[in-house]
């Protein structure tokens, strides 16, 4: 971070603007908006600035720029077309250990302006550290489109609200549940809006009054194959809500950079020489942080209900009561067959797809008969050191030779690795891929050679 983010308060604070021009120009009319004493130092105006000057809202000096200005300003904007005076009047500033900013030339500056966006109180500022201002421009498009007008509205309401919230509830989790019902609310947004005062009041009064639960919830989520745009917008919620995040190695770390920063977070997953924590534990571990009131949120890569032993943790938590719920993600399978160009279903190769366990041993044999049969797609999860055992087993129960798989690894990350082949090759491509691996079996492997795009 080369460059600190800092609000200030220029209400009434001297800041002297050198330049006349229309770049001056924009500058003048943010800093009239933040209520600066502004000066103005310029040989020649754009006729704003003399509109400005009369209606007694900032001081002209028309003069060149002579350090001695700089004297008992708070900040300096070197807003001219000349490069050379651009340069001193960041020296001088400089030399005064006052912050200079210098419009288009961060590399002169000791300050930057960002891009923002203003819904005041609410002020959303973005900077690309100078070397990129069209991307921070862009970034700014986007989330004053996503960011509903009001929002200010209600921040300004919160601000209200403060000291009665921080007598009313002990903590900081209690404080932050009433906060983030007050944000979510589905009308109070609206109601304020619309200025009705007295509505507002009497909704906010029902929120009060609500009592906050008072023990714990479990929510299973879904994190998706890797990528995490993959995520579904209610996960994000709930992970950015949780006081604690239980996940695995499955779990991509882009994902977990979006967890809330403040979240606990406990890792259950296989490290390196170390054997993964047993289920029980991780059932034992759900319960224990959601009896302690907390809200916790169990991370799983994929989807929670396939292949994820989700169940199994849910049934853990009804025999004691705790409040559960799931949000779905997407599945290997589809991260997989979407980033290798491999349709799972085709209407000339395949009508239908299986999910199948590669840990064949483990869990049973599979009807394998039912799994050589034409016009399907098959999927093994969990199947890469099983390899062999699948190749041969199906080669027994009559499936061609030549019937395309391929190895998705790592799908949908930038790791991602695909291994193409036939059946009877399937174990030797196995040999080449790492963990998690994913196993597709079916005519339609063979469309990736067109469809391929990531
Ligand atoms: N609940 C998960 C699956 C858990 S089982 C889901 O819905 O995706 C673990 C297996 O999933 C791994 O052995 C591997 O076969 C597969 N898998 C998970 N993520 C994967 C990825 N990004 N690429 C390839 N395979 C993956």
Redesign the pocket.
């Known amino acids: 971070m080369n460059w600190f983010p800092l609000f200030c308060d220029l209400r009434h604070k001297a800041v002297l603007l050198v330049g006349g021009g229309d770049v001056a120009e924009r500058k003048a009319r943010l800093l009239l908006k933040a209520g600066a004493d502004l000066r103005v130092c310029a040989t020649r105006f754009s006729s704003p600035f003399y509109e400005w000057q009369q209606a007694g809202k900032l001081t002209l000096l028309e003069t060149r720029f002579a350090p001695e200005q700089i004297d008992g300003c708070w900040l300096v904007i070197a807003a001219t077309d000349s490069k050379e005076v651009n340069q001193y009047v960041s020296d001088s500033a400089e030399a005064r250990r006052v912050f200079c900013n210098v419009v288009d030339a961060p590399a002169q500056a000791s300050a930057i302006m960002p891009s923002v966006v203003d819904r005041s109180p609410l002020l959303i500022a973005i900077s690309s550290s100078g070397d990129a201002p069209v991307m921070a421009r862009l970034l700014r498009e986007k989330i004053e489109a996503l960011l509903p007008q009001h929002l200010g509205k209600v921040a300004a309401w919160a601000g209200s609200l403060r000291p009665r919230v921080k007598t009313t509830f002990n903590g900081t989790g209690q404080r932050r549940r009433f906060w983030e019902k007050l944000f979510q609310h589905d009308r109070l947004a609206q109601t304020l809006a619309n200025g009705d005062q007295h509505r507002a009041e009497k909704l906010t009064e029902a929120l009060f009054q609500q009592p906050l639960a008072e023990h714990g919830e479990v929510v299973l989520v ?1 994190a ?3 990528d995490a745009g993959l995520m579904t917008l209610k996960g994000l919620q709930q992970i950015q809500q949780a006081d604690v995040v239980v996940y695995d190695r ?1 779990v ?1 770390d882009e994902v977990m950079e979006l967890v809330r920063r403040d979240a606990e977070r406990i890792f259950v997953g296989k490290r390196a020489g170390y054997h993964c924590v047993p289920q029980e534990s991780i059932n034992q571990i759900l319960l224990e942080q959601a009896k302690l009131g907390k809200r916790v949120v169990r991370l ?11 169940a199994e943790e849910l049934e853990a938590l009804t025999d004691s009561g705790i409040p559960f719920s799931v949000v779905p ?8 067959s979407a980033y290798s160009g491999i349709p799972l279903t085709h209407r000339d190769y395949a009508q239908s797809v299986r999910l199948v ?2 840990h064949v041993q483990k869990e049973g044999s599979l009807d394998w008969q039912n799994l050589a049969a034409e016009k399907q797609t098959l999927v ?5 050191t099983q390899a062999p055992e699948i190749e041969r087993q199906l080669l027994a129960h009559g499936m061609s030779g030549e019937m395309p798989v391929a190895l ?6 930038t790791r ?1 690795r695909v291994f193409s082949g036939r059946l009877d090759g399937l174990a030797s491509l196995a040999a080449q891929a790492q ?5 597709i079996v079916g005519r339609v492997a063979a469309l990736r050679d067109r469809l391929r795009w990531f």
């Open positions: 879904g998706g194959p890797g499955l991509s799983k890569g994929g989807d929670p209900f396939i292949f994820g032993r989700g993600g997407i599945t290997a399978a589809s991260g997989c366990t590669g093994f999860y969990m199947g890469l998705v690894e790592n799908g949908t990350s991602q963990s998690p691996s994913l196993i």
